[in-house]
C-alpha cells in the first residue's frame, strides 16, 4: 500500500487547517501519508507510538511533534488510553517573513526537526500553558470568524512557532527530544536505510543485516511502520527527488538514476501515484 497524500480542503488564500482536542482509536487513524504542509501534534492525554520519517516514538501528555512537510508519518494511539490531541497543518509560506532578506524564519524548528532527524519536543510545563492557550485562540477564531479572524490566526500561530523557537535554544534543550521504542535492530535498520538509500537493498538484505528471519522482519517492519519495506524506500527516494527538482538544474533521468530507479518510465509512474503529478509537471509548478 502507497502512502496517502493528504488532502486539504481550505481557501488556497488562507492555508491552515486544525483538528482541535480530538480524540482517536486506531482505526480512525490515517494510514502512513505525508503531505506538503507543516504541522504540528500536540498531546493532552493519552498514550499511543509515533513512527515519524525514520524514528519510533511514545506519545504521553505535555509531547509536541514537530512534522516538516514531505515526512512520512503516523500515529498507533493505545485502544485501551487513546490519545486526545489538536493538530495545525499550514503551507509554509503562510509563515514566512514579508521583509526580503530576513534570516528570521518561523520555520527554524521544522528546519532543525529535519536537520537533526528528531521530531518531538517535551513541552515544559510553562509552555504547555502558552501553547494550549494559544491553541483555544485559534480554535476560537476558526469557530466564530469574528472580523479580521485570520490575521489573529496568523499571530497565534507566530506566538507558537517563536515560543518553540525559544524553547528548543541549545541552552533550553540542545535536541528535540523523545524516548523511543521497537526492538533496537529495527531503529538501526530505519538509520541503515537513511545512509544506503540508492543502494540495491531489500528485505534479504535487511533482515540478514538484523539477524532475525524475512518474515520475523517484514512481520515487525509493518507493524512498527505501517508500511512494507519495499513501499517505505520507495517513498523515500520520491521525497528525496522531490527536493531535486526543487534546487537542482539536472535533467529528470539523471534525478532518477541519482534516487535509484533504473527505469524512467518506473519513475514517472511512481512519482505520479505518490504526488499526484509527474516529475516534468511538480518542476514546472516550482518554478
Not at 537542482?248 to 501515484?273: N, Q, T
Amino acid at each position: 500500500m502507497e502512502p496517502i497524500r493528504k488532502q486539504f480542503h481550505s481557501d488556497a488564500t488562507f492555508p491552515f487547517d486544525i483538528v482541535y482536542k480530538d480524540t482517536k482509536q486506531s482505526i480512525d487513524e490515517l494510514p502512513h501519508h505525508l503531505h506538503e504542509w507543516c504541522e504540528l501534534i500536540y498531546v493532552y492525554s493519552g498514550t499511543g507510538n509515533f513512527f515519524i520519517d525514520q524514528t519510533l516514538y511514545d506519545m504521553h501528555a505535555g509531547d509536541l511533534f514537530i512534522i516538516p512537510e514531505d515526512t512520512i508519518h503516523r500515529a498507533f494511539p493505545d485502544a485501551a488510553n487513546p490519545v486526545t490531541s489538536t493538530a495545525i497543518f499550514f503551507n509554509p509560506v503562510f509563515v514566512r517573513p514579508s521583509l526580503i532578506g530576513d534570516p528570521f524564519s518561523y520555520l527554524h524548528a521544522f528546519e532543525q526537526s529535519k536537520k537533526r532527524k528528531s521530531y518531538k519536543f517535551a513541552c515544559p510545563p510553562s509552555f504547555q500553558t502558552q501553547l494550549e492557550q494559544h491553541l483555544e485562540q485559534i480554535c476560537e477564531e476558526m469557530l466564530t470568524k469574528r472580523s479580521s479572524y485570520r490575521q489573529a490566526i496568523v499571530l497565534h500561530l507566530q506566538y507558537i512557532l517563536f515560543g518553540l523557537i525559544r524553547e528548543t535554544e541549545p541552552e533550553h534543550q540542545p535536541e528535540l527530544t523523545g524516548s523511543h521504542y521497537g526492538p533496537l535492530w529495527m531503529q538501526e535498520t530505519l538509520r541503515d536505510i537513511d545512509m544506503r538509500l540508492f543502494e540495491d537493498i531489500g528485505l534479504a538484505v535487511l533482515a540478514k543485516q538484523a539477524a532475525v528471519s524475512a518474515a520475523h522482519f517484514s512481520r515487525v517492519f509493518k507493524q512498527l511502520t505501517g508500511m512494507n519495506v519495499t513501499h517505505y524506500i520507495t517513498t523515500k527516494r520520491i521525497i528525496h527527488a522531490k527536493e531535486l527538482l526543487r534546487v537542482s538544474d539536472s535533467s529528470v533521468s539523471s534525478i532518477a538514476m541519482c534516487c535509484g530507479f533504473e527505469s524512467l518510465p518506473h519513475f514517472y509512474r511512481v512519482f505520479k501515484k505518490i504526488t499526484g503529478a509527474t516529475p516534468t509537471e511538480y518542476k514546472k509548478q516550482q518554478e
